[in-house]
Structures are given as structure tokens and as C-alpha cells.
């Protein structure tokens, strides 16, 4: 399975003992810390448990809403890479599984890992970081490596002296050369050597890059589900990562833009039909962003047939043949980050995008059969009562076929954040950030937190509780049992919503 890739990366498929003597000076400092001459073997690959059901992947945290689940990306990708590299892998995703804290805590004990590599967020950060810290207590030869959006912050070994390591790029070979021991500068890892902290060197990359295909086979029957699948179970796939757009609220930008190998992609979308799986969520953050490539990438998922999907799309890329290209390759739902529906607020936040674009973007979605999800957020630091007002109208008037409302938080290792909170520290005082508004509201916010639920609330019933619209879907899924069973699960997760207990 990849060769190339892992040639490249210093690795022997299967058989970890045969690297390159590259690093191998500092190669033990692992395994001082350790224990004496403990080699890494068993990786295990840890999604936390939480007081809530918390999505952390892919440098982003939060609430999640109505119990749905979706892959922890990072984990999935690292379990193909890891796996390549010759590592026995496990996985637990104590979210998934709804384990609490201590059938978790029991389980990894048990299972006796010689690392353990960990998600965890802003979202959940306190409840996270007790929970590791007790674990590394009874079981310190262990390695432990976190990934999340927390560790975008600087100083993220401050009062953490249970963590060994941070992996900034979970599709980076060197978080497999790290657990092989090799030690030295990364561009992608953070390590705690000996009393010293070796800092990452980051670099933004664009071009290509491959992976090994992630181990879909270990992220089976755990209970997946997200709103828009019409079929379980579902795979996560990724075939890009970063973003080439510059939404200064956002952290995907600050990751650089690679694009994966189609022939990569495609290796991995033939593995998952192998395994029965027809649906997937593509999770790449702007879809159609190289246009060419993504109408090659959809006459790719034509020839594998038997997919049907849903992606990220923005409303400026949204142009008719890419959607009949994705339609006929079976998208059936994207997902827009519309943002505001106030161009005001979206000059800003959103370069390149105006209200006008995004009607005219579900115009041709309409045309081409794909449903469409319209993504908002209360609370931008230019917003006021009467912005965040416009945006609920547009919402509703805009053509959607579904809305989800979030409010503004600021991301770590955004340009905003670093504006808004120029001293910004990883101290015990971080706040609970929760883009869903369910755990917390940010206290930077211009709009008072109880102003923001209510909007969120009176906005969310005033789009699907219009009779017009519930007369359509009702209408719609009369000829359809999947678009019924759709229905019912949206039905489910609007009324989640409604009625969650704030904080
Ligand atoms: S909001 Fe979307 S389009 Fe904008 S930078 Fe982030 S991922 Fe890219």
C-alpha cells in the first residue's frame, strides 16, 4: 500500500526496524521518557469522552448537535498512515461509543498502548486535559500526542507536563517518523526532549500530496451518523487539505492548500466500496476551489459508481457544469458557508462573496437537483442586533433547503483572533469556546449572550417552521423513503436544537 509515499516518508511498509539513519542520533529521547529501550509498537488512537458530545477534528471544535457523530478525521487519516508504517493501531472513540469517563479510562488502561495520540479542543479542553493527565498517571512510559484546534494556540506545553508531543498536519508522514523515534526539527510536530521543548518549524504547503489509505475498516460500525447521509454507514473521505480562500475568522487558510493525488483518492474511494459503503461525507473545506480537478475527481467517482455524497461548496465556485459534473457523480447535498447575510459583514469575513452570488448559487443547485445547507453565524465582532436580524431574513428568504446557525467564536491561530486578542495565552482562564452556542457563547461578543440564543432560536423556527416549508418536505417525501428518513432526522435535530440547554 503506498510504497512511494512511504519510501519517501522513511518508512518500510510493516516492518519498522528498517529506517534510514537520518536523526537516529536523538532517536531515544522517546523512549527515555518512555522507559529504557521501549520501542513503540501499539498506537492507540483516542477521541475522549466528554460531559457532552463534542466534535474536535480537523481544528475545530464543538458542541454537537442533535447526537450526531461524524469520523474524527485526523484519527482516520493517521490509521492509514500508521498502519503503513508498521504500527499495530487501535482506535477508541469514546464519543461514538457514548463511553463515560471511566469505562474509557478502564478500556485504555487494558489495552496497554505504547502511545497514545489524542484529539481534543477549546470546546472541551479542561474536561480533556484531566481525563489525559489521570491516564498518563497510570501509564507513564507512555507517549502521549494531542491534535486539535487548542494547540494552534502558542504555548501549548504550559501546565502540560503529562503531553509529549503535538502533530500539527495529521496527513504528515513525520507523526509516523516521530513514533519510529526519529527526533530533530519537524515542520509539523511540537516535542517535549529531555527538559527542552523543540518547537515546530511550520510551513505553509501548496501542491500535491498522498497518503496511505486510512483504515475505514476500524471506524466501521462505531456509530457514526451525520444529518445529510442518506444511507449508513458512511465513510469521511479527504481530498484536499487547507484552504486557498482567505475568510480571516477562519483557521482552514493557515494550514497552506495541498491537493491529494487523484490516483490516491481513488485508491481509497475503491477501498471503501470494498467494504460495502456507498455514502460518503467528502470533507474537503471548499470543494470545486481547482475547478479542473474537481470536475476530474468527479468523472473518477462516476466510473467507481454506486456514491452518493455531500461536500462544502462556496457560493462563488458554485457554477452550473461543476454542479452537474458532482450531481452526476452522486453529491446530493452541499454544504454553504454563507456566513451573514449582511454584504456588509461579508466583505469582511467573506472576500469574494456577496448575498447576491449566494441566491444565485442555490438557483443553480435547485437546477441541478442538489439539495443545499446554508450556514450561518450570529455574533461576527462588526455584528449588531440589526445585522444579525438581516441574516435571519436572508436566511429564509434565500432559497435553502436547510439552515444551521452558529455563533462566532474566535478560532485559535486565526488572523481575527490574533486581532482580537493580541496577548492571547494558553493559561488556566481559556475560555470554553463553542461555535455551536450550546457549551458557551464568547464573551467578546457585541451581542449579549441571551440576545444570540434567542435569535438563533427565533431564527431556526422562523425557517422550518414555515407551513410552506413544511408543506414542501412533507409533499417531497411522500415519494421517497429516503428523503422521508431524512426528513425525520432533520425534524429530530431542529427541535435538538430548539430545545438544548444553553451552557
Ligand atoms: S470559511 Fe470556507 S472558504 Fe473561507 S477560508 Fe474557511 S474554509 Fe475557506
Known sequence: MNRAWSVKHGIQQGRRGERPDEGRANADSAAARSGPNMKIRHILLLNPP???????????????????????????ILSGIFSSAGFRVSVLDAQAGRQAPETAFNHIVSLRPDAVVFLSGLVSRQEDYAFLERLKKAMPRVLFAGMGDLFLKKMVFENTAWM???????????????????????????FRDGNDIIYRAPVQDRGEFSI???RHDLFLNKGYTFPFARKLPFATVLTDYGCPFSCPFCVYPTLGFRLRRLQNVTEELRY????????LFVKDQSFGADRGRSMRLCEEMRNIGGFSWTCFLRADVAREDLLRGMKAAGCHTVL??????????????????????????????RRSGIKSVGIFIFGFPEDDIGTCR??????????????????????????????????????????????SGIASVWSGSPVSVEELNRLRVRAIRRFYFRPSYLFGM??????????LRMCLRSAFFILQDVLAKRR
Open 390 to 435: 438581516e441574516t435571519a431574513d436572508f436566511a429564509v428568504r434565500c432559497g435553502c433547503d436547510y439552515v444551521s446557525f452558529n455563533v462566532f467564536v474566535p478560532k485559535a491561530g486565526t488572523p481575527l483572533r490574533n486581532k482580537l486578542m493580541p496577548d492571547d495565552s494558553s493559561g488556566e482562564k481559556e475560555e470554553v469556546l463553542d461555535q
Open 336 to 365: 454553504f458557508g454563507f456566513e451573514s447575510g449582511c454584504d456588509r459583514i461579508l466583505r469582511s469575513y467573506k472576500p469574494g462573496v456577496n448575498k447576491r452570488m449566494i441566491v444565485d448559487a442555490l438557483r443553480k443547485c
Open 474 to 483: 412533507a409533499a417531497a417525501s411522500l415519494f421517497s423513503l429516503c428523503r
Open 272 to 279: 471503501i466500496r470494498s467494504l460495502g459503503i456507498r455514502e
Open 212 to 214: 496511505p489509505v486510512p
Open 50 to 76: 466528554g460531559r457532552k458530545l463534542y466534535t474536535r477534528d480537523y481544528f475545530c471544535s464543538k458542541v454537537t448537535k442533535a447526537g450526531y457523530v461524524e469520523h474524527p478525521l485526523d484519527l482516520l
Open 164 to 190: 509529549d508531543a503535538v502533530f500539527y498536519d495529521f496527513t504528515s508522514g513525520e507523526c509516523a517518523d516521530f513514533l519510529a523515534g526519529r527526533r530533530g526539527r519537524f515542520s509539523t510536530i511540537s
